[in-house]
């Protein structure tokens, strides 16, 4: 199978047959693909399972040149690049853990080596050399997954996506392809703003899912209700809990009660991630419990439950979770299980996401008697960071440190990377003359020693960057035997041995200051904590109200307007009177969407409420006349506003 298709000849129906066997799309796929290859800047949005890899891998088969593709998601990444390499076309990605060597080698592999895709995390575009590379590839489309994390006003910002721009800047007339899976009206405008969109074009597919049956269960006995649910019915289940403790915890109460069940988080040591995901990839578990780490690019058509013990903090990422629900097309079930206590923990995590700031600035000040940094030093250093020691020495509690950080980096002095990963390094100690003279070694030892002086050039000056999985493959020994081994060669003082790590990272973006003089600004810090507070209270509305249809009420946050309900969400099935429940849906989503704005903006007129709504004036005017009886929002010289004590 050739490397790349011949462009004249090939259609984008003949690429998907090719290579992916199918003869036809799905959804807005080929509308996406069609934009692309006319060369427009292109935003696609589209649930989970609705096929976004097929909208740029096509259009890039059928394009001169290689495609970049931004993703944070390593393992996604990973998985992407080995099934495109399955059919027959060359891909690459760079990611943290590799050595500059190797990223060097790749950079200059999509310089020269005639492949088609390059997938890189968004902390990688602000390195010197990739944007050095960058100009001397041939690069014929720039491709944003996730792109919401673009938006300051989104659920899940992250500041690295911001120097996407800026990557534009240096591939003039290249279009891009932003594609996410959730994104509000507001964060829709947002993205192609951010990403210099030459002009807008959107093109949604209908988020609903008429075979998933949204549920939220009231009940004070969650472990109960939990085992109940999962004795009675049958298939895959992904049960999400807030923390890492829990996760071990439901875990074993579902295989002391039968449920063969694993639990995965990020704390976790890579290759056990991966084998606890593909156990439950190939049916070995029936239920993975898991924190919001687990799930993002993997692809397991006939899970039957996605149940959530604990409340996520925006229906942002709980539709996100829900939808890995049913993807086959078959009945699933979307379930919150919740108790009154849920909503006072929910609004906790606003000052845990948002301390004071006198807080964020004593944390600033910390940290520079924790590095023992001078006043005007600081801009380019690169610090390992250790969370749980920081938060010893000063007393701490984690949660609100590590928010605070992420607040003085987004305020633009210091970067702070959570949890990066960092390869295993070795360097040997003795000569290599020394080492025929050894008499403590066994053969397994001296046939890794063998191997490693093989793969792995400069050991006896400098530490090199190495692969235990690569060395079990090469001298038939298993990873973890090599990992032993390499340990009892350091205890030997043979070798200097630094395992394979999760370490983050603080980068100095800027010399240090004083505290006082520390500037948090409003985008940063009030206006996100405003929209971060709309998004729980949104998620709170989600699980208390009993009148909307789930679906609908969820469609409805995401700005897709329908008039049906459907029919098999527990509200549907515990009304009786289906006309009269349409008729107060309709009300209540527009009561719903002005609490929204007020929460957004605080005080407004009713003739701009009615503007921002595009409704029908009476129908806001009516609206207003019940959430003002109903004590919902207030009125103080003409404007509108929530209560004062809400």
Same mark, same amino acid.
């Given at each position: 199978?050739?490397?790349?298709?011949?462009?004249?000849?090939?259609?984008?129906?003949?690429?998907?047959?090719?290579?992916?066997?199918?003869?036809?799309?799905?959804?807005?796929?080929?509308?996406?693909?069609?934009?692309?290859?006319?060369?427009?800047?292109?935003?696609?949005?589209?649930?989970?399972?609705?096929?976004?890899?097929?909208?740029?891998?096509?259009?890039?088969?059928?394009?001169?040149?290689?495609?970049?593709?931004?993703?944070?998601?390593?393992?996604?990444?990973?998985?992407?690049?080995?099934?495109?390499?399955?059919?027959?076309?060359?891909?690459?990605?760079?990611?943290?853990?590799?050595?500059?060597?190797?990223?060097?080698?790749?950079?200059?592999?999509?310089?020269?080596?005639?492949?088609?895709?390059?997938?890189? $995390?968004?902390?990688?575009?602000?390195?010197?050399?990739?944007?050095?590379?960058?100009?001397?590839?041939?690069?014929?489309?720039?491709?944003?997954?996730?792109?919401?994390?673009?938006?300051?006003?989104?659920?899940?910002?992250?500041?690295?996506?911001?120097?996407?721009?800026?990557?534009?800047?240096?591939?003039?007339?290249?279009?891009?392809?932003?594609?996410?899976?959730?994104?509000?009206?507001?964060?829709?405008?947002?993205?192609?703003?951010?990403?210099?969109?030459? $002009?807008?074009?959107?093109?949604?597919?209908?988020?609903?899912?008429?075979?998933?049956?949204?549920?939220?269960?009231?009940?004070?006995?969650?472990?109960?209700?939990?085992?109940?649910?999962?004795?009675?019915?049958?298939?895959?289940?992904?049960?999400?809990?807030?923390?890492?403790?829990?996760?071990?915890?439901?875990? =074993?109460?579902?295989?002391?009660?039968?449920?063969?069940?694993?639990?995965?988080?990020?704390?976790? @040591?890579?290759?056990?991630?991966?084998?606890?995901?593909?156990?439950?990839?190939?049916?070995?578990?029936?239920?993975?419990?898991?924190?919001?780490?687990?799930?993002?690019?993997?692809?397991?058509?006939?899970?039957?439950?996605?149940?959530? !013990?604990?409340?996520?903090?925006?229906?942002?990422?709980?539709?996100? =979770?829900?939808?890995?629900?049913?993807?086959?097309?078959?009945?699933?079930?979307?379930?919150?299980?919740?108790?009154?206590?849920?909503?006072?923990?929910?609004?906790?995590?606003?000052?845990?996401?948002?301390?004071?700031?006198?807080?964020?600035?004593?944390?600033?000040?910390?940290?520079?008697?924790?590095?023992?940094?001078?006043?005007?030093?600081?801009?380019?250093?690169?610090?390992?960071?250790?969370?749980?020691?920081?938060?010893?020495?000063?007393?701490? %509690?984690? !949660?609100?440190?590590?928010?605070?950080?992420?607040?003085?980096?987004?305020?633009?002095?210091?970067?702070?990377?959570?949890?990066?990963?960092?390869?295993?390094?070795?360097? %040997?100690?003795?000569?290599?003359?020394?080492?025929?003279?050894?008499?403590?070694?066994?053969?397994?030892?001296?046939?890794?020693?063998?191997?490693?002086?093989? $793969?792995? +050039?400069? !050991?006896? +000056?400098?530490?090199?960057?190495?692969?235990?999985?690569? *060395?079990?493959?090469?001298?038939?020994?298993?990873?973890?035997?090599?990992?032993?081994?390499?340990?009892?060669?350091?205890?030997?003082?043979?070798?200097?041995?630094?395992?394979?790590?999760?370490?983050?990272?603080?980068?100095?973006?800027?010399?240090?200051?004083?505290?006082?003089?520390?500037?948090?600004?409003?985008?940063?810090?009030?206006?996100?904590?405003?929209?971060?507070?709309?998004?729980? =209270? @949104?998620?709170?509305?989600?699980?208390?109200?009993?009148?909307?249809?789930?679906?609908? *009420?969820?469609?409805?946050?995401?700005?897709?307007?329908?008039?049906?309900?459907?029919?098999?969400?527990?509200?549907?099935?515990?009304?009786?009177?289906?006309?009269?429940?349409?008729?107060?849906?309709?009300?209540?989503?527009?009561?719903?969407?002005? *609490?929204?704005?007020?929460?957004?903006?605080?005080?407004?007129?009713?003739?701009? *409420?009615?503007?921002?709504?595009?409704?029908?004036?009476?129908?806001?005017?009516?609206?207003?006349?019940?959430?003002?009886?109903?004590?919902?929002?207030?009125?103080?010289?003409?404007?509108?506003?929530?209560?004062?004590?809400?």
């Amino acid at each position: 199978m050739p490397d790349t298709p011949s462009t004249p000849s090939l259609t984008p129906h003949a690429v998907l047959k090719q290579y992916w066997g199918y003869d036809s799309f799905r959804g807005i796929q080929e509308e996406i693909i069609r934009s692309v290859l006319q060369g427009h800047d292109t935003l696609g949005l589209m649930p989970t399972g609705g096929g976004k890899s097929v909208s740029f891998q096509v259009p890039a088969m059928l394009m001169d040149g290689i495609c970049i593709v931004v993703t944070p998601l390593i393992a996604l990444m990973k998985d992407q690049v080995q099934n495109l390499r399955r059919r027959g076309i060359k891909a690459l990605s760079i990611h943290s853990g590799m050595s500059r060597g190797d990223i060097l080698v790749t950079l200059e592999n999509c310089i020269f080596g005639n492949y088609k895709f390059l997938y890189v $995390s968004p902390e990688r575009l602000d390195t010197d050399l990739f944007r050095l590379k960058l100009q001397r590839m041939k690069v014929c489309l720039l491709t944003v997954d996730e792109s919401h994390c673009i938006s300051q006003w989104g659920y899940d910002f992250r500041p690295a996506y911001l120097k996407i721009a800026e990557i534009r800047d240096l591939l003039p007339g290249v279009p891009v392809l932003a594609l996410t899976a959730t994104a509000t009206p507001e964060v829709v405008d947002d993205i192609q703003q951010r990403l210099h969109f030459r $002009s807008k074009n959107v093109f949604r597919m209908s988020f609903e899912r008429t075979n998933l049956a949204y549920v939220v269960r009231h009940t004070e006995n969650k472990q109960g209700e939990l085992l109940h649910i999962l004795q009675r019915t049958q298939g895959s289940a992904i049960v999400y809990v807030r923390n890492r403790r829990r996760t071990r915890e439901v875990s =074993e109460l579902l295989n002391q009660h039968g449920i063969t069940a694993n639990f995965y988080h990020a704390g976790l @040591a890579h290759d056990l991630r991966d084998a606890r995901q593909q156990e439950w990839l190939e049916g070995k578990a029936r239920v993975i419990v898991a924190t919001n780490a687990f799930g993002m690019g993997i692809d397991k058509p006939d899970v039957q439950l996605v149940l959530h !013990l604990d409340l996520p903090d925006s229906l942002e990422a709980y539709f996100q =979770e829900a939808g890995r629900a049913g993807r086959n097309g078959q009945k699933a079930y979307a379930v919150i299980l919740y108790s009154p206590a849920d909503k006072t923990l929910l609004r906790k995590r606003i000052p845990d996401t948002y301390p004071d700031k006198d807080f964020v600035r004593e944390v600033y000040e910390n940290l520079q008697y924790y590095y023992q940094m001078a006043m005007g030093d600081g801009k380019g250093c690169v610090r390992e960071f250790d969370l749980e020691q920081f938060c010893r020495t000063f007393k701490y %509690f984690p !949660l609100p440190v590590d928010s605070a950080l992420k607040l003085i980096a987004q305020s633009g002095y210091i970067e702070y990377t959570a949890e990066e990963e960092s390869a295993s390094r070795l360097m %040997f100690t003795m000569r290599r003359d020394e080492l025929y003279n050894l008499y403590e070694t066994d053969e397994a030892m001296e046939r890794l020693m063998h191997v490693v002086l093989r $793969s792995y +050039t400069g !050991l006896f +000056t400098d530490y090199a960057f190495i692969s235990e999985e690569a *060395l079990a493959l090469r001298s038939g020994l298993k990873p973890r035997q090599v990992y032993e081994l390499l340990l009892r060669l350091s205890r030997l003082h043979i070798v200097k041995y630094i395992p394979h790590k999760r370490t983050p990272y603080i980068i100095y973006t800027r010399e240090r200051v004083e505290a006082s003089r520390m500037n948090i600004p409003p985008e940063v810090y009030e206006e996100r904590k405003k929209r971060y507070q709309a998004r729980i =209270e @949104a998620m709170i509305d989600y699980v208390e109200d009993n009148v909307i249809c789930r679906s609908r *009420l969820l469609l409805h946050y995401f700005g897709e307007k329908n008039e049906h309900n459907c029919g098999q969400c527990d509200t549907c099935l515990d009304l009786r009177t289906p006309d009269r429940h349409k008729q107060t849906s309709d009300e209540e989503l527009l009561c719903r969407d002005i *609490l929204q704005l007020l929460r957004e903006e605080s005080e407004a007129t009713p003739a701009s *409420l009615a503007h921002r709504l595009s409704a029908d004036k009476d129908a806001v005017a009516e609206a207003l006349r019940r959430l003002l009886d109903e004590g919902r929002i207030g009125r103080t010289n003409g404007l509108l506003h929530l209560p004062r004590n809400a």
